[in-house]
């Protein structure tokens, strides 16, 4: 199936430190939702998004919707080592009950 | 709010035999359902969305024999590995979302599925 362009694949970061991930598709999501995901567990969902253009921000993460519909991105300012895991990025097409397309995920490490 | 749960948290089985793993939506209505795969290091992959009260659609290369999935009530799905094989070897994931309008999906924590 389909999946976004999400980068980086991995990062390696001091803690204090601000990240920055991306997500781009070569057609239009009508909502964008990052989820966090730690090892064996199911993905939690961190932001949605659901206007083009809409910044929002949930404690130290902060995560956009591209004016363009197109692209999506995700910060996160002074990295805490509880920061590890996998951040997905998800585009869904439709209001209803339409299925996400997800992002190969970034892995992030935070050095203490 | 929004919690969805999984049974069994993990489970091992033989060659060859039937593993049923069930996705409730425990504070919340879902009349639309969906299972994902997640190989290991590997993003999730959509199997099938499963609507209350009518038949899955499946992805394509997902085989619908294999994979039975029942939604019985607008609270529980069921996926049924048939005949599993080690290549099954998975961790299957549900998400369910509240109502039909804008909302966004929640996850289950996930299902381990070892086939010996």
């Known amino acids: 199936g389909q999946q976004l362009n999400q980068s980086p694949q991995s990062m390696f970061i001091q803690e204090g430190e601000d990240v920055s991930m991306n997500c781009t598709s070569s057609?239009?999501?009508?909502?964008w939702l990052w989820y966090k995901q730690d090892p064996g567990e199911g993905p939690v969902l961190l932001i949605a998004?659901?206007?083009?253009?809409e910044l929002t921000s949930n404690g130290r993460l902060t995560a956009q919707f591209g004016i363009t519909r197109k692209d999506s991105f995700l910060n996160i300012s002074a990295s805490i080592p509880s920061d590890v895991g996998i951040y997905f990025c998800?585009?869904?097409?439709?209001?209803?009950?339409?299925?996400?397309?997800f992002g190969k995920g970034t892995r992030l490490s935070v050095i203490a | 709010g929004a919690v969805v749960s999984q049974h069994p948290s993990w489970v091992i089985c033989k060659s060859g035999t039937s593993v049923k793993i069930e996705c409730r939506s425990l504070?919340?209505?879902?009349?639309?359902m969906f299972w994902y795969r997640q190989f290991p290091k590997q993003s999730l992959m959509l199997m099938a969305t499963?609507?209350?009260?009518?038949?899955?659609?499946?992805e394509q290369g997902v085989e619908k024999d294999k994979f039975l999935i029942n939604h019985a009530s607008l609270t529980l799905s069921t996926l049924t590995v048939t005949s599993a094989h080690p290549e099954d070897s998975s961790f299957y994931i549900c998400?369910?979302?509240?109502?039909?309008?804008?909302?966004?999906?929640?996850f289950g924590p996930g299902t381990r599925l070892t086939v010996l």
């Open positions: 998400s369910a979302k509240q109502g039909n309008g804008v909302g966004t999906q929640y």
């Open positions: 057609s239009i999501f009508n909502t």
């Open positions: 998004l659901y206007k083009a253009g």
């Open positions: 998800a585009g869904q097409r439709n209001s209803g009950n339409t299925p996400l397309v």
């Open positions: 504070d919340f209505q879902a009349t639309t």
């Open positions: 499963s609507n209350e009260g009518s038949k899955a659609t499946y």
